[in-house]
């Protein structure tokens, strides 16, 4: 199985702020990476495929980049709505998927 | 509009059975795979498998091999997964979601279905 390591695993910020969240796998994903964003008891939502590709809607604020083993989720501006949890997500030839542990970005 | 609406929740013992739908609508069942994620409480998403409706074929994570199985009904566009042998540790909340490409992340996703396993 792959497994995907995310950094760090909290995040203090302020609005206005640019954080960045990493996404480790263990071995090559290509860049079939996602990266959701989970708020408490809601369902997630996906933000990113395909590394970098911003899902429909998605402000543009959100970015992802990276390809191989390391990726990055970058919000450029932090606003009020974006706190809340985040996961990478895989899904590989195989037809294995597995998420990341989970970064919780608060104020 | 898409929406994925599941089965309520469940309260169940160890050793029970419980099988949770997922009925879909606002685009065509078959041309999405449906994927089923759970959530233990405080913890992370966990992928279960994923489920082809257009011809029942489904993947399982490994964990779950043996205990799990996932079906459609494509007359009523739902799809619905049976998890047995439930032990405590299958306390979570369980997601469908809809894909696509599925190497494309998953698009929709149901609101989700609280399962308990409690004695």
């Known amino acids: 199985d792959i497994q995907l390591t995310q950094s760090p695993s909290t995040l203090s910020a302020s609005v206005g702020d640019r954080v960045t969240i990493t996404c480790r796998t263990s071995q090559s994903v290509n860049n079939w990476l996602a990266w959701y964003q989970q708020k408490p008891g809601k369902a997630p939502k996906l933000l990113i495929y395909?590394?970098?590709t911003l899902e429909r809607g998605v402000p543009s604020r959100f970015s992802g980049s990276g390809s191989g083993t390391e990726f990055t989720l970058t919000i450029s501006s932090l606003q009020p709505d974006d706190f809340a949890t985040y996961y990478c997500q895989q899904f590989n030839n195989y037809s294995q998927c597995s998420f990341g542990q989970g970064t919780k970005l608060d104020i | 509009e898409v929406h994925l609406v599941q089965s309520g929740a469940e309260v169940k013992k160890p050793g029970a059975t419980v099988k949770i739908s997922c009925e879909v609508s606002?685009?065509?069942?078959?041309?999405?795979?449906v994927h089923w994620v759970r959530q233990a409480p405080g913890r992370g998403l966990e992928w279960v498998g994923l489920?082809?409706?257009?011809?029942?074929?489904?993947k399982y994570a490994e964990k779950f091999q043996g205990r799990v199985t996932m079906t459609a009904d494509t007359s009523t566009h739902s799809a619905f997964m049976e998890l047995s042998s439930l032990r405590s540790e299958d306390t979570a909340v369980y997601y469908c979601?809809?894909?696509?490409?599925?190497?494309?992340?998953?698009?929709?996703w149901g609101q989700g279905t609280l399962v308990t396993v409690s004695s």
């Open positions: 395909k590394a970098s």
């Open positions: 489920l082809d409706p257009e011809d029942g074929k489904t």
């Open positions: 979601a809809g894909s696509w490409d599925s190497t494309e992340g998953f698009d929709y």
């Open positions: 606002g685009y065509t069942f078959t041309d999405y795979f």
